[in-house]
């Protein structure tokens, strides 16, 4: 295997150990040494391929997850024909893929959402992972005049983030529907990026 294998194997390693601690411990209680025992190997080799430490790997954690997210995402929004539509459907599928997830709602916990919106909010590794896989669809939607022709895609794309961080750590009234949400959504964000004759929906 090559240096730039064993390297994949052992931060592999390391992101599934972390995984593993923080579905046993807790985000909060879970630290570099906890994670380098569950992967059976030093701190210092945990630091030496994460050289972050924990904030590191947790980061990791989320991009691998968006990851998964946004390939799924590419399939639904084949075929997608407003803009509007597009785009809450696309944050209510985020804030419904963390919370069915324990691993990645644990990140979101009251007790770690502060330090995971600090580690996330403006990482740039994670607006250019989704900024990549939203840009073909949004790069039609614009050409297309669905999407307001000021609005920059990475823009976007980081409105999007904090809207759909919002929506998982702020805990919203209780009788709120899904169907209110998505009103919300339509009204405040949707209006802000989409122009104004693709705003309304079905939904």
Do not use: N, W
């Amino acid at each position: 295997m090559s240096r730039s294998g064993q390297t994949a194997t052992v931060r592999e390693r390391i992101v599934q150990a972390a995984e593993e601690c923080f579905e046993r411990h807790g985000v909060a209680k879970t630290t570099v040494e906890t994670i380098a025992a569950a992967a059976g190997m030093s701190r210092a080799t945990v630091y030496r391929h994460f050289s972050g430490g924990k904030d590191e790997v947790i980061r990791e954690v989320i991009v691998r997850d968006v990851g998964v997210f946004l390939a799924d995402l590419e399939q639904r929004l084949q075929g997608r024909l407003s803009a509007g539509d597009a785009l809450v459907d696309c944050i209510m599928g985020a804030v419904a893929y963390v919370r069915g997830r324990p691993r990645l709602a644990l990140l979101f916990a009251p007790e770690f959402a502060g330090q995971t919106g600090k580690i996330t909010g403006g990482d740039a590794a994670l607006v250019e992972l989704v900024t990549a896989y939203v840009r073909p669809y949004f790069d039609q939607a614009q050409a297309s005049g669905q999407i307001r022709p000021e609005i920059d895609v990475a823009d976007a794309v980081e409105l999007v983030l904090r809207i759909v961080f919002s929506l998982i750590t702020v805990p919203s009234p209780h009788d709120r529907t899904d169907a209110d949400v998505r009103r919300f959504l339509r009204t405040c964000v949707v209006s802000a990026l989409v122009s104004e004759p693709y705003r309304a929906g079905a939904r």
